[in-house]
């Protein structure tokens, strides 16, 4: 199986910055796409970036110059560098990865917990 383990999550100022990270383990052949959602509460999960295996980023409006998705294709990491948060960027921070599988070599989608990001003074 597969596993998705997020971090960095914190409580920052508005403002402020974190990098999160995302870490894929298991039998994984190749990951194609990883990204990162948010859900605030009341509200519907939405994208906020994603990056493929070679290297075309795609960002949420909300987010654009403001935050810088990565990834490190040797250590199955994507990293998220978020800079002047603002209290509307409060929510849980949800990894997903595309990617096919090492056993069967087939496409599969996996999501992490989720690490909490609170902006706030």
């Known amino acids: 199986q597969v596993q998705l383990v997020e971090s960095g999550g914190d409580l920052v100022q508005p403002g402020g910055s974190l990098r999160l990270s995302c870490a894929a383990s298991g039998s994984i052949f190749r990951i194609n796409v990883m990204g990162w959602y948010r859900q605030a509460p009341g509200k519907r999960r939405e994208l906020v970036a994603t990056i493929s295996n070679g290297g075309t980023t795609n960002y949420a409006d909300s987010v654009k110059g403001r935050f810088t998705i990565s990834r490190d294709n040797a250590k199955n990491t994507v990293y998220l560098q978020m800079n002047s948060l603002k209290p509307e960027d409060t929510a849980v921070y949800v990894c997903?990865?595309?990617?096919?599988?090492?056993?069967?070599?087939?496409?599969?989608?996996?999501w992490g917990q989720g690490t909490q990001v609170t902006v706030s003074s």
């Open positions: 997903n990865a595309d990617l096919i599988g090492g056993t069967y070599y087939s496409r599969l989608e996996y």
